[in-house]
């Protein structure tokens, strides 16, 4: 199920905070080692905030940086 809510999220067609609690950190953790490895980009992130679909707090979560657009 992380997998699913990982992609679901990387999709943009759910959002992290509705995420079940019992999945949050290891969906936050596939995101952030989908980062390293180049599969999903910090634009990517952001075009996600810039949608709606994601939150400012939760992008530093995820990147250790503040949003900017």
């Not at 950190?25 to 996600?48: H, P, R, W, Y």
């Amino acid at each position: 199920m992380i997998k699913i809510w990982r992609n679901r999220i990387e999709a943009g067609t759910q959002k992290l905070a509705d995420c079940p609690s019992r999945y949050r950190a290891g969906v936050v953790e596939m995101i952030q080692s989908d980062l390293e490895k180049g599969t999903i980009t910090k634009n990517d992130l952001k075009a996600l905030v810039a949608s709606g679909m994601m939150t400012e707090a939760e992008y530093k979560e995820i990147t250790g940086e503040k949003y900017t657009a």
